[in-house]
């Protein structure tokens, strides 16, 4: 099936049509169902979608449970990300917000995160002593890495760095955007520049962080139209 790039009219039907034939809410499809993620971003749908798991090192953000639907892979690159942050790092917990909704389409709060291949993830934070601080919500850091609300609070660069890392040398699937501000996100870069045990990977990295003024408390984590489903999936602008 294929989807016009600048559809919506037909994103907003798939969707309909999705939820009328789909399982009931809150329940997982039958694991031999694929998941289909349908058109862009910004104009999409989700079929037999994954609904993400909160783990010990990884939380659903209070409101985002229902919210948190997307194709397995996204699952597995958040999930894998937030424990070997956990095991570099012993008492790491990763926040993730918003993916999708069950159906995928148009979620409030968003333009994008309608088709399965978004996801919203809260920076690491460290308090003033270096300890790892495990969030409740979003926080907002200012352009030296200091929480504009918490001044005892710290964007982890390191730490950050290791979520950043595992997503971008997973070789099952590309990550195509994290938007974050620019001010961190230079601040990223340089750290990484500077450090034996990221340094290769800022090219890369440079490439894949955008900057975007409306991400300055959590990154927004795209990844790539499944391999086997170009004729459904649109790589669009990027567009968060």
């Known amino acids: 099936m294929t989807l016009g790039v600048g559809s919506r009219p037909l994103a907003f039907a798939l969707c309909a049509a999705l939820s009328a034939t789909g399982s009931p809410a809150g329940s997982q499809p039958p694991a031999g169902e694929p998941t289909v993620c349908l058109g862009r971003p910004s104009a999409g749908a989700l079929r037999n979608g994954r609904q993400l798991q909160a783990r010990p090192y990884l939380r659903l953000k209070s409101g985002s449970e229902k ?3 997307g194709h397995g892979i996204l699952l597995q690159l958040l ?16 926040l993730v917000g918003d993916l999708s909704a069950r159906q995928g389409g148009p979620l409030s709060g968003h333009a994008s995160h309608q088709a399965g ?3 919203d993830v809260a920076f690491m934070v460290s308090d003033a002593h270096g300890r790892p601080v495990a969030l409740e919500q979003f926080e907002h850091f200012g352009p ?6 918490n001044p005892d609070h710290f964007f982890d660069t390191y730490r950050n760095w290791l979520l950043l890392r595992d997503w971008l040398a997973d070789l ?14 230079e601040l ?10 990221f340094a290769r990977l800022v090219p890369l990295a440079g490439t894949v962080l955008r900057a975007h003024p409306n991400h300055a408390d959590h990154f927004h984590l795209r990844i790539a139209c499944p391999t086997d489903q170009r004729a ?9």
């Open 67 to 69: 919210r948190a639907w």
């Open 79 to 94: 999930t894998r990300a937030a424990r070997s942050a956990e095991r570099a790092v012993p008492g790491s917990v990763a």
């Open 117 to 119: 291949r978004d996801a």
């Open 144 to 149: 030296d890495g200091r929480s504009v609300s």
């Open 172 to 185: 099952r699937v590309a990550v195509t955007h994290v938007f974050v501000s620019a001010e961190l996100r």
């Open 188 to 197: 990223l870069l340089d750290y990484g520049r500077a450090s034996p045990e």
């Open 232 to 240: 459904a999936c649109v790589d669009g602008a990027p567009e968060p």
